[in-house]
């Protein structure tokens, strides 16, 4: 059970307040569900001064066209006094930003757009009277249209008026029960919520308000919510209580202009969440989590479950089959010489053994992601920026690699151990990145987009490199590289029903990868052996790379042609996201280049290499050392001007678009400063190095086991100690990423074999099974529709 918490509020004797609202049925309504509508409607906590963050859910910020598009042919209904009224106007105000509050206050206020149909109404009712209750019995008469959604909610003016005599409170609780069964008659076809009196800032009121206490509010608010909740003997009320309000009024009263108005902000953020009660369920935004139903389970999730569960049965009859021949097999004694003789020698593990293992440990790690992401089993919460937020993590985690020093093996520049630890240090911080929510601050982001893009750069880098070398351009290779970097996300797509390009990044390498391959295996394959007989075929490869460039330059600048080739099926249903290719545009242009730079890079390195004009010996400097001095100024210098652009980028669509052109400078500085002097080139950290081998797991999986809602939240496995909860969230998150790069290496070496004929039978079912979940989506796809 949850028990919301709450503070006290000042009161006109002390600074601290009277005791607030404590009625134990107000307390049950709020712990007795597990509905995170409730949750929403009951109780949460600010982050910050400003961002309420909900108990148990994420709250979406609804934006003008989103409000419209769920309000659509829409009639809501404000009553009661001059606090609905505000209400009203801050919800109108999602709508319609430009309504001014004027006009005479103690009257009816109309409201509509008329470009989406949607009328809200603000009915003056002060008091729970006769006059409440026939405005409210005109609704339940069968010939006049209801409102889809109504909010009620008075005390003050009763308090104010009888000056908070006891018979007042008397009458109150007699209106309120007359009027108790016509809500709930509505409640049956519309939504219906109760707003309860939100306390008041004593110190404040004027002396014609003096008499409404927070005591006697708390009394009227009790009243209320026994009455309404006893309104149906047999079954739960169907109004709701709208008690949040309360919550964050205890924490802003004290900015009240006179002590009984909310600020301005404080009602826009309860306006919100009246949003979210009505609108998650109609557009199940991804970062509104509250109020949204459990999504539906598709036939692909289905046998996909069918499979991992049969897999798990195969493996514990397989386990069992083989325990039981291992004890049959047990060394027996020798009668004549007491001796202990073997009867067998152990057996490798076979290939059908290690399958099964392999998707048994797969079936139960996707269960896990699964109940995280779209079961509601687990909290999820809005990400909160701070600054401290991200960078005591990241001093920390730049401490710990410094400890953690080994000599590397060799000395060459962008060695592998040195490779793997640029590649887990960036990991580490762009997952600190995502789970503080930095990407609100531009400059951040901006450094973010750098790491990106260097990841980019090494796949030009590496890929060339060993095409250039090894001149293996065989299928295998190719099949390879696609499955390690494409089989977590495909099976991701399958459990997590989300498209392919959800997953952006792996898209992102993928493609990348065939256009090495392509640009350098088609006529003529120019090889390094190859180009150290003439060096024309130097000039060759450049010229082929020139190529590269242009048709880089041809898409990046002709949206139209990039969309329609991947709109073509069936590559768009790999590319697409929300019916377009246009996120797959954005993300290939915004490192368009980088691929090439590393390319480029890999080429000149590898060309100085080879004419021995780099001295990469253990401690050594690169170049000679005035060359090697000069060119550490420049990198330092050229590193800190880029730092200080991206620190100053007033406007992030601006600073994307140099982006492409100059993140180069920084990751080539880089570079040059962690290889030029020759003792950082012979040690590197073993603690980055280790994340930089499951860099790859590491960022896909964040979006369902670390991060929620798609990465939007935040993962809640222990609520109430943020602390707790992200050391044991991380500690399993690590352990799954670092289980799942195991199981791809060895499903790798099973499914992917060197034999050419096997292979091409593997790929062969391998179509077949795209072939075969393609049918199944477009099933899905017409069915939804």
Not at 49 to 66: A, D, G, L, N, T
Not at 79 to 85: C, L, P
Not at 197 to 205: F, N, W
């Amino acid at each position: 059970m949850f028990f919301p918490y709450f503070p006290q509020i000042p009161g006109s004797q002390s600074k601290r307040a009277l005791p607030v609202y404590t009625s134990h049925s107000y307390l049950i309504f709020s712990a007795c569900s597990n509905d995170s509508c409730e949750y929403l409607l009951s109780s949460g906590r600010f982050l910050g001064e400003k961002v309420w963050q909900p108990h148990s859910c994420m709250m979406h910020k609804y934006k003008i066209s989103e409000a419209k598009n769920c309000l659509v042919d829409k009639h809501i209904a404000f009553i009661g006094d001059s606090r609905i009224r505000q209400l009203f106007y801050s919800f109108v105000k999602i709508i319609n930003p430009q309504f001014k509050e004027e006009g005479n206050k103690h009257e009816n206020i109309p409201f509509e757009d008329k470009t989406a149909s949607v009328k809200v109404d603000f009915l003056w009712h002060p008091e729970v009277n006769g006059s409440m209750k026939q405005c409210i019995k005109v609704w339940t008469e069968d010939s006049i249209a209801k409102p889809h959604v109504i909010v009620a909610g008075a005390a003050t003016w009763s308090i104010k008026i009888h000056n908070g005599s006891s018979e007042a409170l008397s009458q109150y609780k007699m209106n309120i029960t007359s009027i108790a069964p016509l809500l709930e008659k509505l409640a049956k076809t519309s939504d219906v919520y109760w707003v309860l009196q939100d306390p008041v800032y004593e110190d404040l009121l004027s002396e014609n308000r003096k008499m409404i206490t927070n005591e006697k509010i708390d009394a009227y608010n009790e009243a209320a919510v026994s009455i309404l909740n006893s309104s149906t003997r047999n079954s739960k009320s169907n109004v709701k209580m709208f008690s949040v309000s309360k919550l964050i009024a205890q924490e802003t009263i004290m900015e009240s202009l006179d002590g009984l108005h909310l600020p301005e902000s404080s009602r826009e953020t309860t306006a919100m969440i009246l949003m979210n009660v009505y609108c998650n369920k109609i557009l199940k935004p991804v970062d509104g989590s509250c109020c949204q139903p459990r999504p539906p389970v598709t036939l692909i999730q289905k046998l996909a479950a069918c499979f991992f569960t049969l897999s798990i049965i195969g493996y514990l009859i397989f386990y069992i089959i083989h325990r039981n021949a291992h004890r049959k097999n047990k060394p027996c004694t020798d009668l004549e010489s007491g001796e202990e003789k073997k009867n067998i020698i152990n057996t490798p593990v076979s290939s059908l053994e290690i399958l099964l293992q392999s998707f048994c440990k797969l079936g139960l790690i996707m269960a896990y992601f699964y109940m995280c992401d779209r079961a509601n089993l687990f909290m999820k919460e809005n990400k909160f920026y701070t600054h401290s937020s991200f960078f005591i993590p990241i001093i920390y985690i730049l401490v710990l690699g410094v400890f953690y020093n080994e000599n590397t093996k060799e000395t060459k520049v962008l060695n592998r151990e040195q490779t793997d630890e640029w590649k887990g240090w960036m990991q580490l911080v762009i997952l600190i990145y995502h789970i503080s929510g930095a990407s609100t601050f531009l400059p951040v982001y901006m450094h973010i987009r750098v790491l990106v893009a260097a990841y980019l750069f090494q796949t030009g880098y590496g890929h060339f490199s060993y095409f250039w070398i090894k001149g293996d351009f065989g299928i295998h290779r190719v099949c390879q590289v696609l499955f390690r970097l494409n089989f977590l996300v495909v099976v991701l797509c399958i459990v997590m029903d989300r498209p392919y390009q959800f997953y952006y990044f792996v898209p992102l390498v993928t493609v990348w990868f065939m256009v090495i391959y392509v640009t350098l295996a088609l006529w003529p394959q120019i090889i390094q052996k190859k180009a150290n007989g003439n060096c024309f075929w130097h000039f060759g490869l450049l010229l082929k790379l020139g190529f590269l460039l242009l048709f880089i330059c041809f898409l990046a600048y002709s949206q139209g042609a990039f969309e329609k080739i991947f709109s073509l099926w069936p590559l768009s249903k790999c590319f697409e996201l929300k019916g377009n290719v246009y996120e797959w545009w954005f993300r290939w242009r915004l490192d368009r280049y980088v691929v090439f730079h590393g390319m480029l890079f890999a080429f000149i390195y590898l060309a100085l290499q080879k004419r021995q004009i780099l001295s990469e010996g253990k401690g050594e400097p690169l170049f000679s050392n005035k060359i090697s001095n000069f060119l550490l100024f420049i990198s330092v210098v050229s590193f800190l001007t880029y730092s200080i652009w991206a620190s100053s980028c007033k406007n992030k669509a601006e600073c994307n678009e140099l982006h492409p052109s100059v993140s180069v400078v920084q990751i080539l500085a880089f570079i040059l400063i962690r290889n030029i002097p020759g003792y950082a080139r012979s040690v590197y950290s073993s603690f980055f190095a280790w994340f930089g081998k499951i860099s790859l797991e590491l960022f896909i999986c964040q979006y369902h086991i670390w991060l929620a809602a798609d990465t939007r939240g935040i993962l809640v496995l222990i609520p109430g100690n943020p602390m707790l909860n992200i050391i044991v969230s991380t500690f399993i998150f690590v352990c799954v990423a670092h289980e799942i790069s195991q199981i791809t290496n060895d499903l790798a070496q099973i499914i992917i074999p060197k034999d050419n004929s096997s292979l091409l039978k593997r790929l062969a079912c391998i179509a077949a099974f795209f072939c075969g979940l393609l049918i199944l989506s477009s099933i899905q796809d017409k069915s939804k529709h």
